[in-house]
């Protein structure tokens, strides 16, 4: 990364992402929040099309970053789309038949979603590797990613657990240090006999009276830092991670077909 400082552009994005939906969504702003962080991931395939794309090889620098970001931004926002798209389908036809039986839909909700998101997530995590790295196609490269996961399933089960492992550890990190920063506004607090629930449970105009301004500016330029590294590593760590597992040489198919002779032909 020393070598090509243009991959901490992404982080860079994504840090700036995090701290101003966390000072929207603290401060109360919450659906200019929620716009923000939707138009964000609307943007983010460019950024990661222009990392993977230095990683790549492409042409060096902010022009090859910019130039690979543009070329396959649509592709990864589409496959995103059929990803996130098929599965709350799932999830929803999923809650159907249990909330009908008598389940509670509060807990049936989020059930659904965490029993059929994390299966979609592990299977279709390197589609937007395949579409840079292999030049797949948007429902190609949801297919490639399920079948590089079931091609090398020890080694893609060790890649999940190491990513959880420098995201634990910078999450532990910036815990710590924003505690640190509001230690004296919280204490008072955590003396009381109020239950864990009730701290939980706080609105977000609670949440900005305990840990004031400077606590949420703490919070911002933590997770800012925090949310920098973390992504750029574990983008990073992901490229090459596929780059040197896939089978060398691998390529979409040619698209053709048969004459009545017998003979291919490519479109």
Same mark, same amino acid.
């Given at each position: 990364m020393t070598d090509t400082p243009v991959l901490w552009i992404t982080g860079l994005f994504m840090g700036a992402l995090?701290?101003?939906?966390l000072f929207l969504q603290v401060g109360g702003s919450t659906v200019l929040g929620s716009r923000v962080g939707f138009l964000g991931l609307c943007a983010l395939p460019f950024f990661l099309g222009g990392s993977y794309g230095t990683i790549r090889g492409e042409e060096p620098g902010i022009r090859g970053y910019v130039s690979a970001g543009a070329r396959y931004y649509f592709r990864i926002l589409l496959a995103g789309a059929v990803m996130i798209s098929a599965a709350?389908?799932?999830?929803?036809l999923v809650m159907i038949p249990v909330t009908i039986a008598g389940g509670s839909l509060q807990a049936t909700t989020a059930l659904s979603?965490? /029993?059929?998101g994390v299966p979609f997530a592990f299977f279709a995590f390197?589609?937007?590797?395949?579409?840079?790295?292999? %030049?797949?196609?948007?429902? %190609?490269s949801l297919r490639r990613s399920v079948e590089f996961v079931l091609g090398n399933p020890g080694r893609a089960v060790a890649f999940y657990l190491v990513n959880l492992a420098i995201g634990?550890?910078?999450l532990?990190? &910036?815990?710590?240090?924003? +505690?640190f920063t509001i230690a004296d506004r919280i204490q008072p607090f955590m003396d009381t006999n109020q239950t864990i629930l009730q701290n939980m449970n706080m609105t977000a105009e609670?949440?900005?009276?305990?840990? /004031?301004? +400077?606590g949420l500016w703490a919070g911002a330029i933590i997770g800012f830092f925090s949310v920098m590294i973390g992504s750029t590593l574990i983008? &990073?760590?992901?490229?090459c991670f596929f780059r040197r597992t896939a089978p060398a040489g691998a390529a979409p198919p040619e698209e053709g077909e048969f004459d009545e002779k017998g003979r291919w032909y490519r479109y």
């Amino acid at each position: 990364m020393t070598d090509t400082p243009v991959l901490w552009i992404t982080g860079l994005f994504m840090g700036a992402l995090f701290a101003l939906d966390l000072f929207l969504q603290v401060g109360g702003s919450t659906v200019l929040g929620s716009r923000v962080g939707f138009l964000g991931l609307c943007a983010l395939p460019f950024f990661l099309g222009g990392s993977y794309g230095t990683i790549r090889g492409e042409e060096p620098g902010i022009r090859g970053y910019v130039s690979a970001g543009a070329r396959y931004y649509f592709r990864i926002l589409l496959a995103g789309a059929v990803m996130i798209s098929a599965a709350l389908l799932t999830a929803f036809l999923v809650m159907i038949p249990v909330t009908i039986a008598g389940g509670s839909l509060q807990a049936t909700t989020a059930l659904s979603f965490i /029993g059929v998101g994390v299966p979609f997530a592990f299977f279709a995590f390197f589609f937007d590797t395949a579409i840079v790295f292999e %030049d797949r196609k948007v429902l %190609d490269s949801l297919r490639r990613s399920v079948e590089f996961v079931l091609g090398n399933p020890g080694r893609a089960v060790a890649f999940y657990l190491v990513n959880l492992a420098i995201g634990f550890l910078i999450l532990f990190v &910036s815990v710590v240090a924003w +505690s640190f920063t509001i230690a004296d506004r919280i204490q008072p607090f955590m003396d009381t006999n109020q239950t864990i629930l009730q701290n939980m449970n706080m609105t977000a105009e609670q949440v900005m009276n305990l840990i /004031g301004v +400077s606590g949420l500016w703490a919070g911002a330029i933590i997770g800012f830092f925090s949310v920098m590294i973390g992504s750029t590593l574990i983008l &990073s760590f992901k490229a090459c991670f596929f780059r040197r597992t896939a089978p060398a040489g691998a390529a979409p198919p040619e698209e053709g077909e048969f004459d009545e002779k017998g003979r291919w032909y490519r479109y």
